[in-house]
């Protein structure tokens, strides 16, 4: 098993089942499609970007627990 697989594991095992939910259909598109990582952004996307990390900044986000809690 390769290092990043292990790593990987070691995370899985630390999260609650009932959190684990929300990875479920991440993990499935992992394996059951070809990603595509889009590097070439466009200005408006890299705006996008920069406004949600000035909002992020700010405290104006989501806490991951908040979502969370909609998966229970």
């Known amino acids: ?35 595509i990582i889009e590097t070439d952004l466009t200005e408006e996307e890299k705006e996008i970007i920069r406004a949600g990390r000035e909002e992020y900044k700010k405290g104006n986000f989501v806490l991951l627990e908040d979502v969370l809690l909609g998966y229970e």
Do not use: H, Q, W
Not at 15 to 22: A, E, G, H, M, T
Not at 23 to 35: C, D, G, H, Q, R
């Open 1 to 35: 098993m390769s290092t990043v697989k292990k790593e990987v594991l070691g995370y899985i095992r630390e999260i609650p089942d009932s959190s684990l939910k929300v990875l479920i259909p991440l993990l499935s598109a992992f394996v059951n499609e070809t990603l």
